[in-house]
């Protein structure tokens, strides 16, 4: 169970956005301990002349740097699930967290439209515009996802056959066993 407040913002985030640079650069950093990082914030905060009220507290820096160590573990997750589906999805992505995140959001559309036509509710015109303009912005991205795609295999492959084409004729080969080397590459042949 979460515990709900009411939004109000922490010491962490009152501050000046040089402080709280520094502090994500130390939390990442993870060779200090969150004591030393403390006393080089509030340090910072002094130099900054902000006062005794917006220094950072142990609990208060300890509960800053957990929230932010979930989120970066949420990431990292996010992005090994990310590599794993997409093997599945594709032979070769070009973005495999966009995929996922395409494959997520389709997932997501098609079981909110299902809970919305179970649950016996009116659905409500502007909640309808939304699903369907969230599926046409999801659709749109897969085909230039995959137009892009293509475009760079078409560029790839033309690269190589120019590069088998000059060496092959640099080895002695005749000028139409280039040109036929190159349409298989390219896949006229």
Known sequence: MT????????????????IKDELHKLLRDKSMTQQDIRAAINELIDEHGLGDDMKLSRTGLNRY????????????????VAEVWTAKLGDAPTSDVGKLLQEIVRTLAFETSMHMSEGGEVVEPKALAQMALAIQ??????????????EIRAAFAEEVAESTEKLVRTAGMSAETAQNIKQMILGVA
Do not use: C, F, N, Y
């Not at 740097?65 to 090994?80: F, H, L, N, P, Y």
């Not at 912005?137 to 293509?150: G, L, P, W, Y």
């Open 3 to 18: 515990k709900q407040t009411r939004g109000r913002p922490s010491k962490v985030d009152l501050l000046p956005p040089a």
């Open 65 to 80: 740097a957990t929230r932010m160590e979930d989120v970066g573990a949420k990431i990292r997750q996010s992005r090994e």
């Open 137 to 150: 912005r999801v659709e749109q991205a897969a085909i230039m996802s995959h137009k892009r795609e293509k």
